[in-house]
């Protein structure tokens, strides 16, 4: 299983909003709604963001948002904050294995 | 409070072998999905092995043949038996729980360091 395709970095000002992409094949992404999205900060382990495509679990800020769209799917922050900047990665469920990650984005707060 | 405290981790040579645990509190190891993912030095995430409820077993193709998951239900706790180790195998790995009804890994662990080296 071959991981999830995201861009290495992604950047942008305090307030601004970002989106980190996640592309798959039909036998992740595109085929179950079972996507993921953890923030990882350095030295840490990672946090559960959105689960479900879409759902945020307790305590998550209502400014990280996700989606999809055939095979790929999409992490948004809207007005970013120093404390964004960190490691995202999305997962997926799949056919031949209960998970697989994406390659990981490092966002940037400028 | 949901906790996931994993032990075991060290420096370890090549082809040695080396047991991961993950002490769980808050919730019973048992009744859930638990999962191992791992996490090389500066790369991204890999999801390694999970056990489901009814205790059923996976493994990611490149620890297959080479490593076991296990739990102790007395002990509410998840182990990684690790065999055959390699240098590839170097790692932080991390304990992780799907809650009941969700395809998703929702509580993790603050990891163990493996580090296989001669």
């Known amino acids: 299983q071959s991981a999830l395709t995201q861009p290495a970095s992604v950047s942008g000002s305090p307030g601004q909003s970002i989106t980190i992409s996640c592309t798959g094949t039909?036998?992740?992404?595109?085929?179950?709604?079972?996507v993921s999205w953890y923030q990882q900060h350095p030295g840490k382990a990672p946090k559960l963001m959105i689960y479900?495509?879409?759902n945020r679990p307790s305590g998550v800020s209502n400014r990280f948002s996700g989606s999809k769209s055939g095979n790929t799917a999409s992490l948004t922050i809207s007005g970013l904050q120093a404390e964004d900047e960190a490691d995202y990665y999305c997962?997926?469920?799949?056919?031949?294995?209960?998970?697989?990650f994406g390659t990981g984005t490092r966002v940037t707060v400028l | 409070e949901v906790q996931l405290v994993e032990t075991g981790g060290g420096l370890i040579q090549p082809g040695g072998s080396l047991r991961l645990s993950c002490a769980a509190s808050?919730?019973?190891?048992?009744?859930?999905?638990m999962s191992w993912v791992r996490q090389a030095p500066g790369k991204g995430l890999e999801w390694v092995s999970v056990?489901?409820?009814?205790?059923?077993?996976f493994y990611a193709d490149s620890v297959k043949g080479r490593f076991t998951i296990s739990r102790d239900i007395s002990e509410n706790t998840l182990f990684l038996q690790m065999n055959s180790l390699r240098a590839e195998d170097t790692a932080v790995y991390y304990c992780?729980?799907?809650?009941?009804?969700?395809?998703?890994?929702?509580?993790w662990g603050q990891g163990t360091l493996v580090t296989v080296s001669s």
């Open positions: 992780a729980r799907a809650s009941p009804g969700l395809i998703t890994l929702n509580y």
């Open positions: 808050g919730f019973t190891v048992s009744d859930n999905y």
């Open positions: 056990i489901h409820s009814a205790g059923n077993t």
């Open positions: 039909s036998s992740d992404v595109g085929g179950y709604t079972f």
């Open positions: 479900d495509v879409s």
């Open positions: 997962s997926s469920f799949t056919s031949s294995s209960p998970w697989v």
